[in-house]
T-cell receptor
Framework: GQNIDQPTEMTATEGAIVQINCTYQTSGFNGLFWYQQHAGEAPTFLSYNVLDGLEEKGRFSSFLSRSKGYSYLLLKELQMKDSASYLCAVIPASGGSYIPTFGRGTSLIVHP | KAGVTQTPRYLIKTRGQQVTLSCSPISGHRSVSWYQQTPGQGLQFLFEYFSETQRNKGNFPGRFSGRQFSNSRSEMNVSTLELGDSALYLC?????????????FGPGTRLLVL
């Protein structure tokens, strides 16, 4: 089966840095996505990792370690608008399925 | 390019009724996936259609069904609604040719079953 774990909730201060962790156990691995979802809105794509290492994109960075089944999303210079749920999703490699398995999401609250 | 659209955005039904939700993918996208999102379970995969064929299926009862038309638009049907079916139903589209493609989500249909 597929299992993806993320913290349920995190809080941080505006201007700070926060790291959201994701650990996974899946049957094979074809990549890991991070999505951002504001309350009442659709998830939007943030990043994709398939090789080990850090991918930087502006204030957001995503890291992957395939041997450890571990990823994190790093958000720098936090802004109030970063308050949202962050979803980790893994594409397993079983049977040619292209369907990502999602974690339950981490609700990030940014306060002044 | 226009994004993924879903209709209706909000729906209220009573137990035992049936409901049909619609999803129009991004132009050129042939894969449409449906998800159910609830606070307790997160985002759960229902099924995926590619070129009018169901290509993948999640672990939901047979009351949940779907179809895809030749223009890639997709519909999802839930029969004999139960209270537990209250959720946000999201569809997502992609080209559908390789696993690494990003899925683009629609705004969702929020279903309330009374």
């Amino acid at each position: 089966g597929q299992n993806i774990d993320q913290p349920t909730e995190m809080t941080a201060t505006e201007g700070a840095i926060v790291q959201i962790n994701c650990t996974y156990q899946t049957s094979g691995f074809n990549g890991l996505f991070w999505y951002q979802q504001h309350a009442g809105e659709a998830p939007t794509f943030l990043s994709y990792n398939v090789l080990d290492g850090l991918e930087e994109k502006g204030r957001f960075s995503s890291f992957l370690s395939r041997s450890k089944g571990y990823s994190y999303l790093l958000l720098k210079e936090l802004q109030m608008k970063d308050s949202a749920s962050y979803l980790c999703a893994v594409i397993p490699a079983s049977g040619g399925s292209y369907i990502p398995t999602f974690g339950r999401g981490t609700s990030l609250i940014v306060h002044p | 390019k226009a994004g993924v659209t879903q209709t209706p955005r909000y729906l209220i039904k009573t137990r035992g009724q049936q409901v049909t939700l619609s999803c129009s993918p991004i132009s050129g996208h042939r894969s449409v996936s449906w998800y159910q999102q609830t606070p307790g379970q997160g985002l759960q995969f229902l099924f995926e259609y590619f070129s009018e064929t169901q290509r993948n299926k999640g672990n939901f009862p047979g009351r949940f069904s779907g179809r895809q038309f030749s223009n890639s638009r997709s519909e999802m049907n839930v029969s004999t609604l139960e209270l537990g079916d209250s959720a946000l139903y999201l569809c997502a589209s992609s080209l559908g040719t390789v696993p690494q493609e990003t899925q683009y989500f629609g705004p969702g249909t929020r279903l309330l079953v009374l």
